[in-house]
């Protein structure tokens, strides 16, 4: 670590040397570039922080105050979701100095915490957060072989939400049960995917929403490629495709064979193109994730799937449905796929398959943190993630949701917070999200090393069947052969299948 | 007008011996310079072509020389030849629509006199305008189907919105509108700087000799402005062959792969998913079928040329 | 119909194209104008073309770029405006001695085959060179630095500068800087005090439309800078491709920001600008 901190101080001069020189040759006004940094030590402390542009400014809002009072400085990197990700995984394999505290997905510790990228979180700052309030299911998103590499911050889950007046209206039922033998459930919503899909079919093309125009559809999902396609579709197959007795979805534990080409995830995908095409807005097969919740709160979908559906919807500038929607887990299904025997099962209660889509940003701490910034980062990152921040947070309209147990049982201020859901939504959003991070079923985020590669050969194949370039079989049969290639590349088959039992917890 | 690269005679200078020293201290940096820049890259792209090269493996891997690998996979990837056929399907598109724009523009505007000097300095504008924000005016904003200014047009005159972003084919269509809107003008001006360099008298001569409007143009004005044309085409087919920033902020090569060029398929497997060797690959075979068009292309023009 | 009819049809029919394409080069900019002053509202329902008549026009977005987040802002701005005016200079320097060089010296007969040698660099796609560069930069540690963007960028404009200088100064009369130097100038003198001034509307031509390229590039950029380099482009883009809800109207003020200075400087220098575009092309 010494050297790198060294060598990076080394380039600054050189940068602003250079930069300087090159500003004297042709004499212009500006400042050069490094200048002033070489007199840091006797300033502030900056401390640089990489992040979301939307959630960094909730972080650099909550901050502040802090951050003034300790005589620090903050400097905050604004990304785009996708931007955030490369950088920090470019960062990562070129050895470049990104900022000291980041923001990233947990998808890709593998790939961050095997390059030596990150510190290991100390004990202190564990105790002074009180890690033991943190769920299990996301302290395996923070560890990496029994060690804790990265703070909690978001408990990032897909929901299911749908608009609970819609389905509580006796006249709409009534049609519904006539053309489709059930009830529309206002507690449950669609408990099977065949019920969703039966929704999407029976809300699309006429106008309940009553603006006068019949541009009414069944469900919008993420569906863009670079955007949020992997889990929007992940979300969608796992009921069809993780069987409860194999502890395995994307490759098998065994062989390291992908997956993705197996009638599970074909059935999911035939289906999922039917939907998109047909039963949502113009557009739909190339939504991003706001799209999507733009869809929902606008009052054009009846249903949908995302992380921010509860809190977003609270919001009076961008939303029309507040307190009209209900929430559960994702829904289930009478058939899954299994994969050891080559069979579809039968199950009389539907069985689900929550899907941690995402399992979280998580917060860490660079392994080329500078040596006099270190007690201001770790101050930083204890305070941000400390429980009463994280309440603050998560009730608050800032995309992070809840992830420890004392969080779950928070009724109270998620119901009367500046989030306003009131007792019933508040009661809804935290079941949903305990049974779903509690789910024994539950799918865990693939973690297991090459994640941009596995999600890039995943998006598209999936966005070449949305587009009708290619039937869902044969675009899963390239995104199949993709991962085995990547499997192949990153170690081999049966070192991606060792890594992925290991974040699994095996 | 010259159709050949004019062979300057090399100029004497009386000061040779005095001069030798700064003879090379002008030159010898510039040439280093792009020497370095230029050469390094390619032989380190050309080995890396020929290695299993990558930026994101974990733990201890030696790279091996992996032969012709890389380029029998190139030639068997489905989605490597999609890229291919993208990229020339866009030039095919956008080139012959920047040279009819181009060709009509120009001669409106030799035509006139009264706000040409105008016209032309506002025809220079997208030239200046950024790529990124032409995709991000003209495509995010314009083309956005659900209450863009384009389809809410077409909706008022009673014809459906046109799928701008999620049909495969009018992806690319809008990409290639986007490329017109902003690279017609260079071919405006380039033509418009060829007319002007037509004698108007001999013009009005093929006029008294009794050839009409439109023959008079094919025999005089086509031939003199051969040239130029020829050379804006190639700059502009170079260009168009290595098109990626309108793409990356309108469709992300999207829907499906139907947008992706091959230069943003280098991207995305070299940079993003850190696959040096194979996106190597991919940069070669871009560099050689440049290379080869370019070549053939002077050639043939050259060689048409000369026998007018 | 008589000749000057005819001449008359012509002239409305060549107005009439040039005002067609006038418009259709008009409307995205004026949309991104009109867009930079709407609110959400405007944007959610239908489509809003008159501020006043279908819309009431507000500052908010200008205020948001200018007032709320003018810092979050200047950091990449300035990094566009150092990185586009230093590799500018810089190339201008280099390339246009190289050019002076290649019109005034013998170099065995080849200086023809030296200027083609650099504008080969332009037939090498820039995928090539990105996938080098990160390795490159890499090893050298100039990773998310100006310095880099510095170096990538002057190499690119020199070939177009020594190729477009040389032609001009070939131009110019050798005559006066002989005298010069039978006065006892040295050639760096000479280069500096009359060749320069001369080619003076060839160098802010060069000059100015290596600044662009500099400024407007995007692929370099977005390949070896991170956070601390980034240049507007690159900004842009992040502010683009964040999910959640695009502000179109802050976008599009950004994008006015960052597309004003170059446009305003491309077309007040119309002249030269064109005269530089279209330069090396007349020539063969």
């Given at each position: 670590m010494?050297?790198k901190v060294?060598?990076r101080q080394?380039?600054r001069?050189?940068?602003?040397?250079?930069?300087?020189?090159?500003?004297?040759?042709?004499?212009?006004?500006?400042?050069?570039?490094?200048?002033g940094e070489?007199a840091m030590s006797t300033e502030k402390v900056v401390i640089r922080y990489a992040g979301l542009d939307g959630m960094g400014a909730r972080v650099e809002a909550f901050m502040l105050p802090w951050v003034e009072e300790n005589g620090y400085e903050l400097e905050r990197g604004a990304f785009g979701q996708?931007e955030l990700t490369?950088k920090i995984?470019?960062s990562?394999?070129?050895?470049?100095y990104l900022a000291d505290i980041f923001q990233f997905p947990s998808?890709?510790r593998?790939?961050v915490i095997?390059?030596?990228a990150l510190q290991e979180i100390p004990q202190e700052v564990l105790e002074a957060i009180d890690f033991e309030d943190v769920l299990?299911?996301i302290v395996?998103t923070l560890s990496?072989?029994?060690k804790i590499y990265a703070l909690p911050y978001d408990g990032d889950?897909?929901?299911?939400?749908?608009?609970?007046?819609?389905?509580?209206?006796?006249?709409?039922?009534?049609?519904?049960?006539?053309?489709?033998?059930?009830?529309?459930?206002?507690?449950?919503?669609?408990?099977?995917?065949?019920?969703?899909?039966?929704?999407?079919?029976?809300?699309?093309?006429?106008?309940?929403?009553?603006?006068?125009?019949?541009?009414?559809?069944?469900?919008?999902?993420?569906?863009?490629?670079?955007?949020?396609?992997?889990?929007?579709?992940?979300?969608?197959?796992?009921?069809?495709?993780?069987?409860?007795?194999?502890?395995?979805?994307?490759?098998?534990?065994?062989?390291?064979?992908?997956?993705?080409?197996?009638?599970?995830?074909?059935?999911?995908?035939?289906?999922?193109?039917?939907?998109?095409?047909?039963?949502?807005?113009?557009?739909?097969?190339?939504?991003?994730?706001?799209?999507?919740?733009?869809?929902?709160?606008?009052?054009?979908?009846?249903?949908?799937?995302?992380w921010d559906?509860?809190t977003s919807?609270t919001a009076?500038?961008?939303?029309?449905?507040?307190?009209?929607?209900?929430?559960?887990?994702?829904?289930?299904?009478?058939?899954?796929?299994?994969?050891?025997?080559?069979?579809?099962?039968?199950?009389?209660?539907?069985?689900?398959?929550?899907?941690?889509?995402f399992g979280g940003w998580v917060i860490a701490v660079s392994a080329q943190v500078d040596e006099l910034a270190y007690d201001a980062v770790w101050g930083f990152v204890t305070h941000l993630t400390k429980p009463e921040s994280g309440l603050a947070f998560v009730t608050d309209l800032t995309g992070a949701s809840p992830y420890r147990f004392s969080q779950m049982e928070a009724?109270e201020e998620f119901a009367t917070g500046p989030l306003q859901l009131?007792?019933?939504?508040?009661?809804?959003?935290?079941?949903?999200?305990?049974?779903?991070?509690?789910?024994?079923?539950?799918?865990?985020?693939?973690?297991?090393?090459?994640?941009?590669?596995?999600?890039?050969?995943?998006?598209?194949?999936?966005?070449?069947?949305?587009?009708?370039?290619?039937?869902?079989?044969?675009?899963?049969?390239?995104?199949?052969?993709?991962?085995?290639?990547?499997?192949?590349?990153?170690?081999?088959?049966?070192?991606?299948?060792?890594?992925?039992?290991?974040?699994?917890?095996? | 007008?010259?159709?050949?690269?004019?062979?300057?005679?090399?100029?004497?200078?009386?000061?040779?011996?005095?001069?030798?020293?700064?003879?090379?201290?002008?030159?010898?940096?510039?040439?280093?310079?792009?020497?370095?820049?230029?050469?390094?890259?390619?032989?380190?792209?050309?080995?890396?072509?020929?290695?299993?090269?990558?930026?994101?493996?974990?733990?201890?891997?030696?790279?091996?020389?992996?032969?012709?690998?890389?380029?029998?996979?190139?030639?068997?990837?489905?989605?490597?030849?999609?890229?291919?056929?993208?990229?020339?399907?866009?030039?095919?598109?956008?080139?012959?629509?920047?040279?009819?724009?181009?060709?009509?523009?120009?001669?409106?505007?030799?035509?006139?006199?009264?706000?040409?000097?105008?016209?032309?300095?506002?025809?220079?504008?997208?030239?200046?305008?950024?790529?990124?924000?032409?995709?991000?005016?003209?495509?995010?904003?314009?083309?956005?189907?659900?209450?863009?200014?384009?389809?809410?047009?077409?909706?008022?005159?009673?014809?459906?919105?046109?799928?701008?972003?999620?049909?495969?084919?009018?992806?690319?269509?809008?990409?290639?509108?986007?490329?017109?809107?902003?690279?017609?003008?260079?071919?405006?001006?380039?033509?418009?700087?060829?007319?002007?360099?037509?004698?108007?008298?001999?013009?009005?001569?093929?006029?008294?000799?009794?050839?009409?409007?439109?023959?008079?143009?094919?025999?005089?004005?086509?031939?003199?402005?051969?040239?130029?044309?020829?050379?804006?085409?190639?700059?502009?087919?170079?260009?168009?062959?290595?098109?990626?920033?309108?793409?990356?902020?309108?469709?992300?090569?999207?829907?499906?792969?139907?947008?992706?060029?091959?230069?943003?398929?280098?991207?995305?497997?070299?940079?993003?998913?850190?696959?040096?060797?194979?996106?190597?690959?991919?940069?070669?075979?871009?560099?050689?079928?440049?290379?080869?068009?370019?070549?053939?292309?002077?050639?043939?023009?050259?060689?048409?040329?000369?026998?007018? | 119909?008589?000749?000057?009819?005819?001449?008359?049809?012509?002239?409305?029919?060549?107005?009439?194209?040039?005002?067609?394409?006038?418009?259709?080069?008009?409307?995205?900019?004026?949309?991104?104008?009109?867009?930079?002053?709407?609110?959400?509202?405007?944007?959610?329902?239908?489509?809003?073309?008159?501020?006043?008549?279908?819309?009431?026009?507000?500052?908010?977005?200008?205020?948001y770029l200018?007032v709320d987040r003018l810092t979050w802002f200047l950091d990449p701005?300035?990094?566009?405006?150092?990185?586009?005016?230093?590799?500018?200079?810089?190339?201008?320097?280099?390339?246009?001695?190289?050019?002076?060089?290649?019109?005034?010296?013998?170099?065995?007969?080849?200086?023809?085959?030296?200027?083609?040698?650099?504008?080969?660099?332009?037939?090498?796609?820039?995928?090539?060179?990105?996938?080098?560069?990160?390795?490159?930069?890499?090893?050298?540690?100039?990773?998310d630095?100006?310095?880099?963007?510095?170096?990538?960028?002057?190499?690119?404009?020199?070939?177009?500068?020594?190729?477009?200088?040389?032609?001009?100064?070939?131009?110019?009369?050798?005559?006066?800087?002989?005298?010069?130097?039978?006065?006892?100038?040295?050639?760096?003198?000479?280069?500096?005090?009359?060749?320069?001034?001369?080619?003076?509307?060839?160098?802010?031509?060069?000059?100015?439309?290596?600044?662009?390229?500099?400024?407007?590039?995007?692929?370099?950029?977005?390949?070896?800078?991170f956070r601390e380099?980034i240049?507007?482009?690159?900004f842009?883009?992040m502010q683009?491709?964040q999910?959640g809800?695009?502000?179109?109207?802050?976008?599009?003020?950004?994008?006015?920001?960052?597309?004003?200075?170059?446009?305003?400087?491309?077309?007040?220098?119309?002249?030269?600008?064109?005269?530089?575009?279209?330069?090396?092309?007349?020539?063969?």
């Amino acid at each position: 670590m010494e050297s790198k901190v060294s060598r990076r101080q080394f380039l600054r001069l050189v940068g602003g040397a250079a930069g300087a020189a090159a500003l004297a040759a042709c004499a212009a006004p500006a400042a050069p570039a490094g200048s002033g940094e070489e007199a840091m030590s006797t300033e502030k402390v900056v401390i640089r922080y990489a992040g979301l542009d939307g959630m960094g400014a909730r972080v650099e809002a909550f901050m502040l105050p802090w951050v003034e009072e300790n005589g620090y400085e903050l400097e905050r990197g604004a990304f785009g979701q996708q931007e955030l990700t490369d950088k920090i995984m470019q960062s990562v394999a070129t050895d470049t100095y990104l900022a000291d505290i980041f923001q990233f997905p947990s998808n890709a510790r593998a790939d961050v915490i095997n390059a030596g990228a990150l510190q290991e979180i100390p004990q202190e700052v564990l105790e002074a957060i009180d890690f033991e309030d943190v769920l299990p299911g996301i302290v395996n998103t923070l560890s990496w072989e029994g060690k804790i590499y990265a703070l909690p911050y978001d408990g990032d889950i897909h929901y299911y939400s749908f608009r609970k007046d819609l389905f509580a209206n006796e006249d709409i039922n009534s049609r519904f049960k006539d053309s489709y033998g059930f009830d529309l459930s206002p507690d449950t919503g669609a408990v099977t995917w065949d019920q969703w899909r039966n929704i999407c079919e029976f809300f699309t093309g006429w106008d309940w929403n009553e603006n006068g125009e019949d541009d009414d559809f069944g469900a919008a999902c993420m569906t863009k490629r670079g955007d949020t396609l992997w889990w929007g579709f992940n979300s969608r197959a796992t009921a069809y495709a993780k069987h409860p007795d194999d502890d395995a979805y994307f490759i098998d534990l065994d062989t390291g064979e992908a997956r993705l080409n197996n009638p599970g995830f074909v059935r999911a995908l035939t289906e999922w193109v039917e939907e998109m095409q047909n039963w949502a807005p113009p557009g739909g097969t190339n939504f991003t994730y706001g799209d999507s919740l733009n869809a929902m709160n606008g009052g054009r979908v009846a249903q949908t799937y995302n992380w921010d559906a509860v809190t977003s919807a609270t919001a009076p500038e961008t939303s029309v449905i507040q307190g009209l929607q209900g929430y559960n887990i994702l829904p289930g299904s009478h058939e899954v796929f299994n994969s050891k025997s080559g069979e579809w099962d039968y199950f009389d209660v539907p069985s689900h398959a929550p899907f941690h889509a995402f399992g979280g940003w998580v917060i860490a701490v660079s392994a080329q943190v500078d040596e006099l910034a270190y007690d201001a980062v770790w101050g930083f990152v204890t305070h941000l993630t400390k429980p009463e921040s994280g309440l603050a947070f998560v009730t608050d309209l800032t995309g992070a949701s809840p992830y420890r147990f004392s969080q779950m049982e928070a009724v109270e201020e998620f119901a009367t917070g500046p989030l306003q859901l009131g007792e019933e939504v508040a009661m809804d959003y935290l079941n949903a999200a305990r049974e779903t991070l509690d789910h024994p079923n539950a799918v865990t985020d693939q973690a297991f090393g090459g994640w941009v590669q596995y999600r890039d050969a995943l998006e598209l194949g999936v966005s070449k069947a949305l587009a009708n370039e290619l039937p869902p079989q044969d675009a899963l049969d390239e995104v199949a052969a993709a991962f085995n290639e990547i499997s192949e590349r990153m170690g081999g088959l049966q070192h991606q299948a060792e890594l992925y039992a290991r974040t699994l917890g095996k | 007008m010259a159709t050949e690269p004019q062979i300057y005679p090399s100029k004497r200078s009386r000061f040779e011996i005095r001069d030798n020293l700064w003879k090379w201290i002008f030159l010898v940096p510039a040439v280093a310079i792009i020497l370095i820049l230029l050469a390094v890259p390619v032989l380190w792209t050309l080995y890396a072509a020929f290695t299993d090269l990558h930026l994101y493996r974990i733990g201890d891997f030696d790279t091996k020389f992996v032969g012709l690998a890389n380029f029998e996979k190139l030639l068997s990837n489905r989605s490597f030849w999609r890229t291919a056929r993208n990229t020339v399907v866009f030039m095919l598109g956008v080139v012959p629509a920047q040279l009819i724009i181009g060709l009509t523009v120009a001669l409106a505007l030799n035509n006139i006199t009264r706000g040409q000097k105008l016209f032309r300095t506002w025809f220079l504008m997208p030239l200046m305008v950024s790529p990124v924000v032409v995709s991000f005016i003209v495509g995010r904003m314009l083309f956005q189907e659900d209450i863009g200014p384009i389809n809410d047009i077409l909706r008022s005159f009673g014809f459906e919105g046109v799928p701008w972003l999620t049909s495969p084919t009018w992806a690319m269509v809008a990409l290639m509108a986007i490329d017109v809107w902003q690279w017609s003008s260079f071919m405006i001006l380039m033509l418009l700087a060829a007319l002007q360099g037509v004698p108007p008298d001999l013009h009005e001569a093929a006029r008294v000799d009794g050839a009409n409007q439109l023959q008079a143009f094919w025999r005089i004005t086509v031939p003199l402005i051969m040239p130029i044309t020829m050379t804006a085409l190639l700059i502009r087919i170079i260009d168009a062959f290595k098109v990626v920033e309108i793409i990356m902020v309108l469709t992300g090569g999207g829907p499906g792969q139907a947008t992706e060029s091959v230069t943003l398929a280098i991207y995305r497997t070299g940079v993003k998913g850190g696959d040096l060797a194979f996106g190597s690959s991919q940069a070669y075979f871009l560099l050689i079928v440049l290379m080869i068009f370019g070549g053939a292309y002077l050639v043939l023009t050259r060689r048409a040329m000369g026998k007018d | 119909m008589g000749l000057a009819a005819q001449k008359r049809v012509r002239t409305i029919i060549s107005y009439c194209i040039l005002g067609f394409w006038s418009f259709i080069l008009l409307f995205p900019m004026y949309w991104v104008v009109i867009t930079s002053f709407k609110n959400a509202i405007d944007m959610s329902i239908k489509a809003t073309y008159m501020p006043f008549i279908d819309f009431q026009p507000g500052l908010h977005a200008w205020r948001y770029l200018f007032v709320d987040r003018l810092t979050w802002f200047l950091d990449p701005f300035m990094n566009s405006v150092l990185v586009a005016f230093i590799s500018s200079t810089v190339a201008l320097v280099i390339g246009s001695s190289a050019g002076y060089a290649l019109a005034r010296f013998d170099y065995g007969g080849r200086n023809n085959s030296i200027v083609l040698g650099f504008m080969s660099q332009r037939m090498f796609p820039g995928a090539l060179f990105i996938l080098a560069f990160l390795v490159m930069f890499r090893e050298l540690g100039l990773l998310d630095t100006r310095l880099a963007l510095i170096i990538v960028y002057s190499s690119g404009a020199i070939p177009f500068i020594v190729w477009v200088m040389r032609d001009f100064f070939e131009g110019l009369p050798v005559e006066i800087e002989e005298s010069a130097m039978i006065d006892g100038a040295n050639r760096l003198g000479v280069l500096f005090r009359i060749a320069m001034p001369l080619a003076a509307p060839g160098l802010v031509a060069v000059f100015v439309l290596s600044l662009i390229g500099a400024w407007n590039e995007y692929l370099v950029a977005l390949t070896l800078t991170f956070r601390e380099a980034i240049t507007i482009p690159l900004f842009m883009t992040m502010q683009v491709s964040q999910t959640g809800y695009t502000e179109w109207w802050n976008m599009s003020a950004i994008s006015l920001v960052s597309v004003i200075p170059v446009v305003a400087a491309g077309m007040a220098l119309e002249k030269y600008i064109t005269g530089g575009l279209t330069f090396g092309a007349l020539k063969g």
